[in-house]
């Protein structure tokens, strides 16, 4: 096995195989697993990391999911294990999961979008090569001008760019996840779903979101340790933390339900509209009541906009996450890159 002396050589391990974690360090580690929802584990021996290895090859069988990929992340993570056996300071190591959680529902979400929009860009590239190549021989038979040719050229040209970059995404947010999982080797392997899951039918949300989070966040656990230490002026602080967590609460549930009705606006108007303009478009190219150009506008904003629908939904998964994160601590930050861009920014190209 590979792992295993890795594991041994970074570690030390392998002259203290027999020695048990620390009693705080597992208790810490099960009112982590009690906070979060998900189970966890303390790794200090070699027995325990196999035992580990195990479960998370078990789980990486199958396509990630989400929850899976939550639950892989906190059970392999080193860096939430150094923090479960330093057992110094238990808010740190609390802090420590809610972030990882956040930050593997991110990256899981920015990954399999990323995956998703390269795939479909590998299908209008073959389109737009298709599309230059008849222009380039209705160019020879005098049925297209030599402008329409180097414009279908340009298109697929501009594809396969967008095609680069998509890749390129793909690859950096699928290496993101992979550090959260803390997975290397053939373990890095794992398959994502080809696509995001869908937007569900209705938003939901549970009531009382603020009282919860007042309840449950961690960082207003440890600033309410700290006014039994430190009196006035920490309770100042818990008071003042306080109101910037409801604020916060009201925040993501403004962007998640703002991310909600693009992400179905776009399911349900935009894309439907412009397959209805492609549809329109190819008839009038057939009756000759459109020129090659008006046909190549169309196919860029159709691609720009199917790219924008699956970035939509990517962004209400990622508000999903940070509402979620908004309850419990580990608020996270979101880059939302964008891989084609929208139609109008293309339109000062030709």
């Known amino acids: 096995m590979m792992r295993a002396p890795l594991f041994a050589a970074v570690l030390g391990l392998a002259a203290c195989a027999q020695v048990a974690a620390p009693v705080d360090a597992v208790s810490v580690a099960a009112r982590v697993a009690d906070m979060i929802g998900v189970a966890t584990t303390v790794i200090a021996t070699e027995a325990e990391a196999d035992a580990v290895r195990e479960r998370v090859r078990a789980a990486l069988v199958r396509p990630l999911t989400a929850e899976t990929a939550v639950q892989v992340a906190v059970l392999n993570n080193r860096t939430l294990q150094a923090e479960f056996l330093a057992a110094a300071e ?3 190591a609390m802090e420590a999961a809610v972030a990882l959680v956040a930050a593997t529902r991110r990256a899981y979400f920015e990954a399999v979008a990323a995956q998703q929009v390269a795939g479909y860009l590998e299908q209008a590239l073959a389109s737009a090569e298709a599309t230059a190549e008849l222009t380039r021989r209705l160019a020879q038979a005098g049925g297209a001008n030599r402008l329409d040719q180097v414009r279908a050229a340009e298109l697929y040209v501009e ?14 947010a699928r290496e993101a996840l992979t550090r959260a999982l803390g997975l290397w080797g053939a ?14 039918a209705a938003l939901s949300v549970p009531a009382g979101a603020e009282a919860e989070a007042i309840r449950r966040r961690v960082d207003l656990a440890a600033a309410r340790h700290a006014v039994e230490h430190e009196g006035a002026a920490a309770a100042h602080r818990l008071e003042a933390l306080a109101i910037d967590v409801r604020s916060e609460v009201r925040a993501a549930y403004a962007t998640l339900q703002s991310s909600y009705e693009i992400a179905r606006a776009y399911r349900d108007e935009v894309v439907p509209l412009r397959r209805a303009i492609d549809d329109e478009i190819v008839y009038r190219y057939n009756g000759m009541l459109v020129d090659v150009f008006t046909v190549l506008s169309t196919v860029r904003a159709s691609l720009a906009a199917n790219v924008a629908a699956i970035e939509a939904l990517r962004d209400f998964h990622l508000a999903e996450a940070e509402f979620r994160a908004a309850l419990i601590g580990g608020g996270v930050v979101r880059s939302g890159a964008t891989v084609v861009p929208h139609a109008e920014e293309q339109a000062g190209g030709h």
């Open 159 to 172: 594809v396969a760019n967008d095609l680069r970059r998509g890749r390129r995404e793909a690859t950096l």
């Open 187 to 200: 373990d890095a392997a794992y398959a994502l779903p080809a696509t995001l899951p869908a937007l569900p």
């Open 90 to 92: 238990e808010f740190a």
